[in-house]
Each structure stands twice: as structure tokens, then as C-alpha cells.
């Protein structure tokens, strides 16, 4: 086990760890879920385990991600010693001098053309917030609304969709409010998420770290020079997005819109159900409830302290119009019978997004690096999100994509030997499927991939 010295070591195996951190969130999970009104009164010390910290550490890296603001990689830190380096955060958990460093401030390219501002922890933050988790996310897990999908063990994003197109096809929602809230992760109020917590958690150090988590400071890198501020401390607001801890803070705090609108009697007065994935959420209605819902709706997030987006959101009436979910257009389409049917498919923005990045890969900026590194970046590109969209008739959309690909790889290998043209007598779909590898989505009779048609 982890011991301190000059070459502490782990000398328990991989799956005894696991089977005894599963055996603690078991126990955890069967205690919250049989007592409902109970709190936990000592879990610092669960925290602090050997084997929690390991499976933290084992779970951060398998995350990867990118350095925080001390520069520190897992890769320095398995050069210098893992053992050693997990002992060290031991002992400042279990001596209680354990303080969180600043996050360091990306910015990532969102769906609609913004920036989406991104909070780095370092290494040891990700993780002392991973082994939090691992020991307080069972608890509040039994606690979370069955239509909350995000974030969680066994749920994901098209479960969401499913259940979205069954409250349309088997339960006649004809109306439905698109929702959509300002800034969600960033403006959720501390007090009022830290009672969230504390309804479970009576563990005031674990309490203590996670408002520090909350209130870190944010450092911000650009060619001026560094920018520190405070400002989730100066707002006491904001939970920062790329936090191991915040996707599950969110879930927690979106839990009391949940109990508001079926606790106090919202959805049986509407017959409305809501569907939630993180900050994205619909609002399944009855024809004539969608606008009493959607007002309804506004004054809760109000009381909760959230901001309602007016631009993006709106009330659909099926069948007349389609709405956007999760990646997704749900609505009424029609097969090649002309017969109407309730359904998905990718949606219009996802398309594009997909055909950018398969343009960007391919421009003449890459001309300098052999074709299998563009072959490489792009098959992952397309096999991931052919993964994810991969619900409902989305043949056409592949055949579409699969074009787009290859016309794009061929004018970049033109380019590339410094040729004009389109590259299509030189390059044969044989060349580029079979030679390189493209990976072709949209399977054809003499190449039965796994795509859904």
C-alpha cells in the first residue's frame, strides 16, 4: 500500500482496488437509497483511501486532458514516480492542508460560432475532485430524477432522445418547449447549490472543498501577458466547466427545478414531463399546455436564480414544426412510402459542423504531413460521430458525408504533390478505402461495414 518514504509503492492489485471501491459506493449508494433523509457524517477519510486515490488518479488519466496552470503532465509525473506523487497528495488530504491552485482559462469553438470558456485544474486538483466523487457521487445519485440523463453511469445522450420521441409517439406531446438557459454552468448560486449538498453532506471538510473548488481562481494566459481574477468568488456563482466535480454539481442543482415541477404539482396540472441532458432540456406537452408550461417554467428558473435564454427558446407545435435536441432534429419526417412518421436524424447544424472539420483536416495547411496522420486524424473523426449519430434513417446523411470525405482527402493529396484538379482519376475509391483506410460510413454491398442505413 501507499506508505510515506522515498519509494512508496502500491503493491495491492488493479482489480483488488477496484472491487473495494465498488464496495465502498455500493455500500454508500444502499445506504442513501434506503434512507432517503439520512446524512453522511464521515467521508473525509473514504476520500483519502489508498485505493479511492488510485482509482481516482487511474480514471483521470485514461481522461487525458490537457495540463493546468503549473504545466504539470502525467507523463512527468509516472517519469517521477506515480506512487510517490499519489502519497504526497495522501498526506495533505489527511493532514487537511490540501489547497486547490487556480484553474487555467481556455477557450473552446461552441455549436453556434461563440466561445465556450473552458476551467483547467491541474493534476492534482482533477484528482482529489475525482476521489470526492467517487465518494459522494453514489450517494446523491439515488437522489437525481430518472429523466435526468446526463453525466451518469449508464445513461447517456440518446437515451435522453429516446425518451423524448416516446413521450411524441406514444404519449401525444404535440407541443413542446425547446428550452434553453444563459450561461448555465456559470451562473449557478453557491449558497444555494452548497445547501443542495449539505442536504446529504455533513462532512464539513468535504463541504470545505468543494466551496473552495467553487471558489478558485481562474488565471488566463494570453499574449499581454497573465490575467488572474476571481470572479465565481466575487459573484459566488459558477461552477467552472472542465471541473471532475461540476457535471455533477449541475445535475444536483438542475434536481430542484425537477422536484419544483413534479413536487409541486406542475407536471400533473400540465400533463408535461421534462427531458434533461446537462443544460439542455425539453418540456414534453399535451396539445394546448406547451405556453402555460413554458411561463410556468420561466418563474421556477427565476426562483432558482437561472436565466431563460427568450432567443433559443421557443414553443414547438408537432407536426407542423421540428425542434433541435441534443445534436438531433426530433419532428415528423417522411419514409420513401410517403407515409409521415415520428422520428430523428442528424441535425442540419451537426452536419456542418462535421463537413468544417473534415475541411479543415484537408486544406493545404496539412500538405507538410504524410497522408496516414491525416488518415488517422480523420477515421476517428468520422467513426465518433457516426457513433453517437446513428438513430433513425441516416443513410442519406452518410452517403452525403462519405462523398464529402473523399472529395476532400483526393484534393488534398492533388495539393499536397502540388497539382491542380480534383484528383479523381488519380485517386479511385479502391485507392483511398482500401490502400489508406478512409473509413467509409455508408456501407455498400461488396463492403458490409457496421452502419445503420
Not at 411524441?168 to 449558497?191: C, K, M, Q, W
Not at 421534462?274 to 396539445?287: G, H, Q, S
Request: include cysteine.
Amino acid at each position: 500500500m501507499l506508505e510515506s518514504g522515498k519509494n512508496p509503492r502500491i503493491d495491492v492489485s488493479l482489480p483488488t482496488l477496484l472491487v473495494s471501491v465498488r464496495t465502498l459506493q455500493t455500500t454508500l449508494q444502499t445506504k442513501a437509497k434506503n434512507e432517503p433523509a439520512a446524512r453522511f457524517y464521515s467521508l473525509w477519510d473514504k476520500v483519502c483511501r489508498e485505493d479511492v486515490l488510485f482509482e481516482a488518479y487511474r480514471r483521470c488519466r485514461a481522461n487525458r486532458g490537457a495540463p493546468g496552470v503549473d504545466g504539470e503532465c502525467f507523463e512527468r509525473i509516472e517519469e517521477q514516480g506515480r506512487d510517490g506523487w499519489l502519497g504526497r497528495l495522501r498526506q495533505e488530504l489527511k493532514a487537511k492542508t490540501y489547497q486547490p491552485r487556480p484553474l487555467l482559462r481556455v477557450w473552446i469553438p461552441k455549436a453556434n460560432g461563440g466561445e465556450r470558456p473552458l476551467g483547467i485544474p491541474c493534476i492534482r486538483d482533477r484528482v482529489a475532485q475525482m476521489a470526492v466523487l467517487l465518494v459522494i457521487g453514489p450517494v446523491f445519485e439515488t437522489d437525481l430524477f430518472p429523466w435526468q440523463y446526463g453525466f451518469r453511469a449508464g445513461m447517456d445522450a440518446k437515451m435522453a432522445l429516446r425518451r423524448t420521441h416516446f413521450g411524441i409517439a406514444d404519449r401525444g406531446a404535440r407541443e413542446v418547449v425547446d428550452a434553453d438557459l444563459s450561461d448555465y454552468f456559470n451562473t449557478i448560486p453557491h449558497g444555494d447549490l452548497m445547501r443542495c449538498v449539505a442536504r446529504r453532506i455533513a462532512d464539513g471538510t468535504v463541504l470545505e472543498a468543494i466551496r473552495n473548488w467553487l471558489n478558485a481562481a481562474v488565471v488566463e494566459r494570453k499574449p499581454q501577458g497573465e490575467r488572474r481574477s476571481t470572479e465565481a468568488k466575487d459573484r459566488h456563482r459558477g461552477t467552472p466547466q472542465g471541473g471532475i466535480i461540476s457535471p455533477m454539481l449541475a445535475n444536483l442543482y438542475f434536481r430542484r427545478f425537477m422536484l419544483a415541477w413534479y413536487g409541486h404539482g406542475y407536471a400533473r396540472k400540465f400533463q408535461a414531463e421534462v427531458v434533461n441532458y446537462a443544460d439542455d432540456f425539453v418540456i414534453l406537452c399535451p396539445p394546448g399546455q406547451g405556453a402555460a408550461a413554458m411561463e410556468a417554467m420561466r418563474a421556477l428558473m427565476a426562483r432558482l436564480g437561472l436565466t431563460v435564454n427568450e432567443k433559443k427558446t421557443r414553443l414547438v407545435k408537432l407536426p407542423d414544426d421540428t425542434f433541435d435536441f441534443l445534436g438531433y432534429t426530433v419532428g415528423r419526417f417522411y419514409g420513401r412510402n410517403g407515409r409521415p412518421y415520428w422520428g430523428t436524424r442528424p441535425s442540419k447544424k451537426s452536419v456542418k459542423r462535421l463537413l468544417r472539420e473534415i475541411h479543415d483536416a484537408t486544406t493545404s495547411r496539412w500538405n507538410a504531413l504524410d497522408v496516414q496522420s491525416r488518415i488517422d486524424h480523420l477515421n476517428p473523426v468520422l467513426r465518433g460521430w457516426a457513433g453517437y449519430f446513428s438513430q433513425g434513417p441516416v443513410g442519406r446523411i452518410y452517403r452525403l458525408i462519405d462523398r464529402y470525405a473523399a472529395r476532400r482527402l483526393r484534393i488534398w493529396l492533388m495539393r499536397k504533390r502540388g497539382k491542380q484538379g480534383t484528383g479523381y482519376r488519380q485517386y479511385s475509391d479502391q485507392f483511398l478505402y482500401e490502400t489508406l483506410g478512409l473509413i467509409r460510413l455508408l456501407p455498400t454491398s461488396a463492403d458490409p461495414l457496421n452502419a445503420k442505413v
